[in-house]
């Protein structure tokens, strides 16, 4: 019964030694086709990334080309708009110009000359609508319109609002419009001293010139009380 005992022992000993051996094996090739795999799968990767990049790149370049063309278009748009509305405010302003067509394309080439910095040529040819308007000469005009423009950039306001108060002090003190940078210059040290603003002092100078200028009174000697001027409104 011993020698049974030690017989099929080792005959169970045996067996397991030969599973152990297949299934080393077994594992052996499987670890293998996981390795093949695993190489076929970078290997694919590889090869699509550089499909991928140059794709990618040419959606890119016509994305971005298509996003140009898009800009261009608008551009071109608003520049077609912007040259319909100069002509037309240009075509209103030519008529207060009497000096016939020379004269006009003259002053249309001096406006359109005029720095950008000072406004878009519409505004610009409407501020000299109201410049000419106010019975500025046509040749001291542009010159006029720039000292506004410039005075509208100062004063945080509008070239409207400068040329009227502009115009409304060189016409009540009956001065010559070349002494427009003048004017500007005093009523920009009256702001400064009086603590207020530009439009401020454009709303109530048309009523306060008139009288001053009236009464004898220097627009210079009235700027110098001014700090109260807008409260001499009728």
């Not at 748009?77 to 405010?89: C, I, P, V």
């Not at 016939?100 to 005029?114: D, P, T, V, W």
């Not at 002494?179 to 454009?202: C, N, P």
């Amino acid at each position: 019964n011993i020698k049974r005992s030690i017989n099929e022992v080792s005959q169970a000993t045996t067996q397991g030694a030969q599973a152990a051996s297949k299934y080393s094996q077994g594992f052996n090739k499987l670890e293998k086709e996981v390795t093949k795999a695993d190489s076929k799968f970078k290997t694919f990767v590889k090869t699509l990334g550089s499909q991928v990049i140059p794709i990618m790149a040419g959606m890119g370049a016509v994305m971005g080309l298509q996003a140009a063309m898009m800009k261009l278009k608008q551009s071109f748009t608003m520049a077609m708009q912007a040259g319909e509305q100069f002509s037309k405010q240009w075509a209103a302003t030519s008529t207060m110009i009497m000096g016939g067509a020379e004269q006009i394309a003259e002053m249309k080439e001096e406006l359109l000359s005029l720095s950008p910095v000072l406004g878009v040529s519409t505004n610009l040819a409407g501020g000299l609508y109201q410049v000419l308007s106010a019975a500025i000469p046509p040749e001291a005009a542009i010159n006029f319109l720039a000292v506004s423009a410039k005075t509208a950039k100062a004063g945080v306001t509008d070239t409207f609002t400068a040329v009227d108060a502009l115009t409304t002090v060189i016409n009540a003190y009956g001065m010559k419009a070349a002494e427009v940078s003048k004017v500007s210059d005093i009523m920009f040290q009256t702001v400064f001293r009086g603590k207020l603003t530009y439009e401020q002092l454009a709303s109530s100078i048309g009523t306060v010139a008139t009288l001053a200028a009236k009464a004898g009174i220097d627009f210079e000697d009235l700027s110098a009380v001014s700090p109260g001027v807008t409260d001499i409104t009728v």
